[in-house]
């Protein structure tokens, strides 16, 4: 089956840059999204399509995708960024994954 | 900005079977290039993708799930629906009803798509 896997945690200071890792077999050849979580919220949508920011997502998140590995980075992380961070990619049409999560914390 | 609700029973009992109803407002279930999704997420854990209908009514299902799950949609009423049979306590978790978006995809496209908005989110648990 097809699997995404990232660290299960990530500690950056305030003001820092975080980067947060998802790899899987190929994955520079799939499109991936990335996504938000706050305790008690739903997701949100932070990249899509590897490297694009839907309307209202702040500058300091980017993405990539190359190789076995898609990374989305926070530059200038600020407090309000702490939350759980999700990696999405499909293998195919019936195979669609998200990594396992990866928790950010600022301090 | 489209808003969706889910709504459910919020406790079910093992072996028996769910039903959950999402409810879309501004948009439509037949708008081109959408996917409306239905994903969960255990207490504590991770997110798992369950199934999708498509904007043509073709469905796609975790091949993991597929022989327990029915997606299906009510274009008169715009909602579309989840169905999960045979329950366990694995299956207790939060039902997030999503709408999947893939905008250069001139067919059907769910391996291009991603989630653009979600629903509250439903806890369901599975307990006798």
């Not at chain 1, 500690?11 to 050849?29: H, K």
């Not at chain 1, 200038?76 to 990619?89: H, I, P, R, T, V």
Request: glycine share 10%; charged share 15%.
């Amino acid at each position: 089956s097809f699997e995404l896997t990232q660290p299960p945690s990530v500690a950056v200071s305030p003001g820092q840059t975080a980067t947060i890792a998802c790899s899987g077999d190929r994955l520079g050849d799939k499109f991936v999204s990335w996504y938000q979580q706050k305790p008690g919220q739903s997701p949100v949508l932070v990249i899509y399509r590897d490297t694009k920011r839907p309307s209202g997502i702040p500058e300091r998140f980017s993405g990539s995708n190359s190789g076995n590995t898609a990374t989305l980075t926070i530059s200038g992380a600020q407090s309000l960024d702490e939350a759980d961070y999700y990696c999405l990619a499909w293998e195919s049409s019936s195979s669609g994954a998200f990594g396992g999560g990866t928790k950010v914390s600022v301090l | 900005q489209v808003q969706m609700q889910e709504s459910g029973p919020g406790l079910v009992k093992p072996s028996e079977t769910l039903s959950l109803t999402c409810i879309v407002s501004d948009d439509s279930i037949s708008a081109n290039n959408c996917y409306w999704t239905w994903i969960r997420q255990p207490p504590g854990k991770g997110l798992e993708w369950i199934g999708s209908i498509s904007y043509t009514g073709k469905t796609y299902y975790n091949s993991s799930l597929k022989s327990r799950v029915t997606v299906s949609g009510d274009t008169s009423k715009n909602l579309f629906s989840l169905t999960v049979t045979s329950l366990t306590a694995a299956d207790s978790a939060v039902y997030y009803c999503a709408k999947g978006y893939a905008p250069a995809c001139g067919g059907d496209c769910l391996d291009e798509a991603y989630f653009e908005s979600w629903g509250q989110g439903s806890l369901v648990t599975v307990a006798s």
